[in-house]
């Protein structure tokens, strides 16, 4: 049982579009939310991340959006490039060192 | 930053041998080590956590005696998956607790070819 869900599964953007991916989960008890990036072949890279404290969250292009009450967290990815093309992974863990519930993944594809 | 190095990144084995798979915390201490396997286009599935001079911490269906793990020292963790077979055939990711505030730190994966 996944207990973080990841949608949508693939997305296609438009080069300078935006990209958005949503994440929801369950167990209220997480309280670090982590977003990865992997390059085919590679392992993956923190790309940023967010505790419930704060409902947004910027980093250059990438801005997390968390709803506590609904459970939900998202990525945007402002300004998309063909370089952002990867597979993207929402996370939620208990602590900054709990064991990680990744969810499904989601590849974006940035066309030129 | 945290860097883990993972070796080796490819392998081809043949059905019944073994293999081991190394990470190494290259300038930290890594008491903890998580070990993932991903298959294609599927999200990363923790298989193990090794804890430096105890015994790994295994997650429900995997198999300690096929995928054996030791963490011998504070920057060296190693995954042998022994008797392997096609179905073994994966990408093996091995993770650890980085800098405070950069989160886990992830070694750039071996991607294992059983024939």
């Known amino acids: 049982q996944q207990q973080v869900k990841q949608s949508p599964q693939s997305l296609i953007v438009q080069k300078g579009g935006i990209s958005i991916i949503n994440c929801a989960y369950e167990?209220?008890?997480?309280?670090?939310f982590p977003w990865y990036q992997q390059f085919p072949g590679k392992g993956p890279a923190l790309l940023i991340a967010?505790?419930?404290?704060?409902s947004e969250k910027k980093e250059g292009r990438f801005t997390i959006s968390f709803n506590k009450s609904a459970k939900q967290f998202s990525l945007h990815i402002m300004d998309s490039q063909p370089g952002d093309s990867a597979t993207y992974f929402c996370?939620?863990?208990?602590?900054?060192?709990?064991?990680?519930?990744f969810g499904a993944g989601t590849q974006v594809v940035v066309t030129p | 930053g945290a860097v883990v190095s993972q070796h080796p990144s490819r392998v081809i084995c043949k059905s019944g041998t073994s293999v081991k798979i190394e990470c190494r915390s290259l300038?930290?201490?890594?008491?903890?080590m998580f070990w993932y396997r991903q298959f294609p286009k599927q999200s990363l599935m923790l298989m193990a956590t090794?804890?430096?001079?105890?015994?790994?911490?295994?997650e429900q269906g995997v198999e300690k005696d096929k995928f054996l793990i030791n963490h011998a020292s504070l920057t060296l963790s190693t995954l042998t998956v022994t008797s392997a077979h096609p179905e073994d055939s994966s990408f093996y990711i091995c993770?650890?607790?980085?800098?405070?505030?950069?989160?886990?730190?992830f070694g750039s994966g071996t991607r294992l070819t059983v024939v």
């Open positions: 993770s650890a607790p980085g800098q405070e505030g950069y989160g886990y730190t």
């Open positions: 996370a939620a863990s208990m602590g900054s060192w709990g064991k990680l519930q």
């Open positions: 090794s804890n430096e001079g105890s015994k790994a911490t295994y």
């Open positions: 167990n209220t008890a997480f309280d670090y």
């Open positions: 967010i505790r419930p404290d704060v």
């Open positions: 300038d930290f201490q890594a008491t903890t």
